[in-house]
């Protein structure tokens, strides 16, 4: 289901709604509102995942209490557990965070330890209202690089978090599949002696990683036709075949996927502000010729750069 | 049925009052002379009391999600607003509402998150017994809002946001944020002119710079919504939002209105979205 956006602009200085050209202001929003009908269809929202990877134990249905009891005291909800990891779900990445700082220390007072990672993704609902049990390969990728008692979290988690009296220490950087962008971690921990003042000093830049270094070279030339695994490899650095084993490692993708996930990831974003042609934004993002750019998006997304016109 | 007419000082005697005169452009009200003011009434976010009123007619609820600071009572001292508000009135049932911290909600909170704010939008649309609305976020309330949109789509019918934006601090891929010396302007504003004639609140309605009714109005309409101390930690959290990563996953239908030269938020914010 694609959801209409409409973005419009107003002649005039005011931040204030209610002062100014408000008549117009009012009819748009009026109008709107009898344009646009709620969809009947279930659409699922944006969830918190806290995933944990747990020491085998023998005392596991003592833990596997302890770790519902938790989960419900922050409104989570059991995804999945085993002997061996479990996955709770948060309508909240501060939920998500206090829940895993709290059962890190639990289980460490057991003498064991766990590791976990919180990041976002979009719910799905399967046609029968439920939702689907889905494989998260990202969080299993986190969680292989983390170690016992380690908490880390994704930059959007971080981003949300804003106002919380945490530590967080840039961590390392992955790919997210769900923004075809890279994803910095941070390692949280209790910041004790934390005022609000302190989180707002100036931090030096972290130092850029190579994945930060792939996508930026991709950005940079995204409305440049031949740009490919030649050029992104000089300006990265690597061999070409060290970059398609780098970039399978981190991504999944070969390096020309990577590119055009990227490129119509973009174009994407330029179709919904309504602003340019198919073939504009095919020109814009690299592609030499619409009929290719469109065979593209629609491999992609299953829908066609028209139908979000 | 007849064109209203009537001043600011007779909005402010009574809850039974009349509403405003003075109406610029076309924007006019046909309705009956009396309107009451709503009653405020609270609902519980954890154990918070969010103060939130109801009125309108519309068929549909729509919740509004103010920016800033705000004063629920104190918004029925404008008369631009007010025109505003029953305009909105008659489309939809409205349902105002002053975030933790602010107004007439609790304010003893030190500071919150986007997300605890958002939770409120949760808890006031629970106790007006509204299952879906139309959200309207005005600024920051635009950030929450599209927050709440993206985690709740089953209780949101669309979004409304007005002058919103997705960050508040520069960075060289989002170049239009203010600076953190151009924060720190703001600051320095509120901690030594909070709430007086001259803090610069003309920046948010420079149309009304030289209109000192609505100006004083606007001074105090800050010092009902927060202490200095409020007001500080909230500009300052503000500072720290960070919406980006999920304007994408935003699934509700999207109305995005921006002013070309609002200095306080730039058109681009709006369009990153």
Not at chain 2, 163 to 180: I, L
Request: aromatic letters at 8%.
């Amino acid at each position: 289901v694609i959801f209409p956006l409409k973005f419009i602009e107003f002649e005039g200085k005011d931040h204030l709604f209610w002062v100014g050209n408000t008549a117009e202001v009012l009819a748009e929003i009026k109008s709107f509102i009898m344009e646009t009908r709620s969809t009947k269809k279930p659409v699922a929202g944006l969830e918190t995942v806290l995933s944990a990877k747990i020491n085998p134990s023998n005392k596991s249905i003592s833990r596997y209490d302890m770790i519902c009891h938790l989960a419900r005291q922050h409104n989570g909800k059991i995804k999945h557990y085993n002997d061996q990891g479990f996955s709770v779900i948060f309508k909240g990445p501060g939920k998500a965070v206090n829940c895993a700082l709290e059962l890190t220390e639990k289980i460490q007072s057991l003498r064991q330890k766990v590791s976990s990672c919180i990041h976002m993704h979009e719910g799905t609902i399967n046609n029968d209202g439920s939702s689907p049990d889905k494989c998260n390969s990202i969080a299993e990728r986190i969680l292989s690089q983390s170690y016992p008692g380690q908490i880390l979290i994704t930059q959007t988690i971080k981003h949300l978090l804003s106002g919380v009296a945490l530590n967080l220490t840039k961590h390392n950087t992955i790919f997210d599949s769900l923004t075809i962008d890279s994803c910095t971690l941070y390692q949280v921990s209790i910041d004790n002696n934390s005022t609000l003042a302190k989180s707002f000093e100036t931090k030096l830049p972290p130092p850029i990683t190579f994945l930060e270094r792939v996508l930026q070279s991709i950005k940079k030339h995204l409305d440049n036709e031949s740009f490919g695994v030649e050029i992104l490899s000089r300006e990265t650095g690597v061999s070409e075949r060290q970059l398609q084993r780098k970039i399978k490692g981190m991504t999944n993708k070969s390096p020309n996927q990577l590119i055009n996930s990227v490129r119509l990831n973009k174009a994407k974003e330029l179709l919904m502000l309504q602003k340019f042609t198919v073939a504009e934004i095919a020109f814009k993002t690299g592609f030499s010729s619409p009929s290719y750019f469109s065979k593209c998006f629609k491999k992609e997304f299953g829908i066609s750069p028209t139908s979000l016109l | 049925m007849r064109t209203l007419t009537n001043n600011i000082s007779s909005l402010l005697v009574s809850d039974g009052f009349k509403a405003a005169r003075n109406y610029v452009g076309d924007l006019t009200i046909q309705e009956e002379e009396d309107f009451k003011k709503p009653i405020t009434q609270y609902a519980k976010s954890g154990n918070l009391n969010i103060a939130y009123q109801v009125f309108g007619s519309g068929p549909i609820d729509m919740v509004y999600i103010p920016g800033w600071v705000s004063n629920i009572d104190w918004m029925w001292a404008c008369p631009e607003l007010v025109r505003f508000l029953r305009e909105l009135g008659k489309h939809a049932r409205v349902i105002l509402f002053d975030k933790r911290g602010t107004g007439l909600s609790d304010r003893a909170v030190k500071f919150s998150t986007l997300e605890e704010r958002m939770e409120d939008i949760h808890a006031v649309m629970g106790a007006a017994n509204s299952q879906k609305a139309v959200l309207f976020g005005h600024s920051e309330g635009g950030s929450v809002s599209t927050l709440f949109a993206a985690t709740y789509p089953e209780h949101v019918i669309s979004l409304i946001t007005f002058g919103v934006f997705a960050k508040r601090r520069y960075s060289q891929d989002y170049p239009w944020a203010p600076t953190d010396e151009e924060r720190q302007k703001v600051y320095d504003m509120i901690e030594h002119r909070w709430g007086c004639e001259n803090m610069e609140l003309e920046c948010l309605a420079p149309s009304k710079a030289d209109d000192p009714e609505f100006m004083s109005w606007l001074a105090s309409y800050c010092r009902y919504g927060a202490s200095p101390s409020a007001a500080m930690e909230l500009t300052k959290m503000n500072t720290e939002v960070n919406i980006i990563d999920i304007l994408g996953t935003v699934k509700v239908p999207t109305l995005i209105l921006q002013r070309t030269g609002d200095i306080d938020v730039k058109i681009e914010e709006g369009q990153k979205r």
